[in-house]
Each structure stands twice: as C-alpha cells, then as structure tokens.
C-alpha cells in the first residue's frame, strides 16, 4: 500500500448524483455506480428522489471491510437541492450524456477549474433543465453506453489514472495481488 494515492492527493472533490434510480429495475446498475463511485475516488453519492435501502446496506457492507468511512451515501435526495448545494460552494455541474462535448476537450479545464464537482448520471432519459443547469455536458464518445463506464472513465481521466491506486487506510481487509490466487490479508493495527 506504500505507493497508494491517498483520497485528498487526488485533488478534486467529486460527488455523484443519481437520476432516475427505479427500484424494481435498477438496483444493480445504482449499486455498480456507488462501487465505481467509492473505488475512483469520489467522496459520496447522491441517489435523487427515491430510498432504496438495500443499495445503501451493499455499501456499506462493502466500506466496512475493504474502507472509505468518508464515503457517503443519501437516497431520496432532492436533486436540485443539492445542485444548488454545489453551485454555492462554488463547485461544478458535471452531466455525463452522450449528447455532451467531448471528454478530451474539456477534461483539462474541468480538472484546473472546479475544485468540487457534482457529476450526474441518468438512467433513462435525462430532463433537459439538466443540460440547461450543467456548467459541463460531457459525452465519453458519442455512442450510448451506461452510467456505469460513464462515470469510471470521466474519473480516470479526471485524474490521469491515480485513482486506480487509491489507498485506503480505514480498511479492515487488503489484496495482496496475486497472479493466480486469491490472496486477502486483515490489517493488524497492534
Ligand atoms: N440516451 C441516453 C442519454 O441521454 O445519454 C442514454 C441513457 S444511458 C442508459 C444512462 C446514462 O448513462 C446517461 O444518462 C448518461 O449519464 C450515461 N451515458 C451513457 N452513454 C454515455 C456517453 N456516451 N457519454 C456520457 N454518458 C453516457
């Protein structure tokens, strides 16, 4: 874990926002977008309007072995509310759609200029008052894909890879990486 980018070194501080979350159909894809969310380095997710407990239980389950106590995770938010949230610490609206301006020709300005970030990923279609609130509609090419790839790749760009690395130091388990085994060691905090 020595050559590990800490949560903070990665510089900006990133938030999910979750539209259009249905319980019944997209429990998994929700789940996949709080994983990528946590992994990559973002600090919390936003699942807008709706409660879905067993996402947040997932995650959580998953913080308390492998870490990341800071993440944090709201469902039946207010999307607005928290876009205003954002905009007043003077942060950026990032809206990851296929119908966006290119990844490459923003990334550069979005990394430099907005010290906290909202990204927002949608399920179905996207109410255009978002494009319109956006400071930021980014297309990760312009073929539908999903929220999921979306959000992965828009963070490892963000931060030119470091995230793959990220350490985190309140875990109760690591991987040892292993060619072919799988090799889990439990932190010894004596
Ligand atoms: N036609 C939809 C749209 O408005 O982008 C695709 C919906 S897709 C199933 C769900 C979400 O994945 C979108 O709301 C967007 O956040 C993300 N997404 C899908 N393809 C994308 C792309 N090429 N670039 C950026 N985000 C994308």
Redesign the pocket.
Same mark, same amino acid.
């Given at each position: 874990m020595s050559s590990c980018t800490t949560v903070e070194e990665l510089g900006n501080e990133v938030y999910v926002l979750r =539209? !259009?979350h249905r319980p019944q159909r997209d429990k998994r894809i929700t789940t996949h977008v709080a994983l990528v969310a946590r992994a990559f380095g973002a600090r919390g997710i936003y699942i807008a309007e709706v409660r879905d407990d067993s996402i947040k239980q997932s995650i959580k389950k998953v913080i308390s072995k492998w870490g990341g106590s800071y993440f944090e995770i709201s469902d039946g938010v207010d999307p607005l509310t928290i876009i205003n949230k954002i905009k007043s610490e003077s942060g950026c609206i990032v809206? =990851?759609?296929?119908? !966006?301006l290119p990844i490459d020709n923003v990334i550069n300005e979005i990394r430099e200029k907005c010290k906290k970030i909202l990204v927002? &990923? !949608?399920?179905?279609? &996207?109410e255009r008052l978002y494009y319109e609130i956006a400071d930021y509609n &980014?297309?990760? !090419?312009?073929?539908?894909?999903?929220?999921v790839?979306?959000l992965a790749i828009f963070l490892d760009r963000l931060w030119r890879g470091r995230e793959i690395n990220i350490c985190f130091p309140d875990a109760e388990y690591y991987i040892v990486p292993s060619r072919r085994n799988k090799v889990v060691k439990r932190v010894d905090r004596k």
């Open positions: =539209l !259009g809206h =990851l759609t296929m119908y !966006g927002i &990923v !949608g399920a179905e279609k &996207v &980014v297309a990760i !090419g312009n073929q539908p894909h999903s929220e790839s979306a």
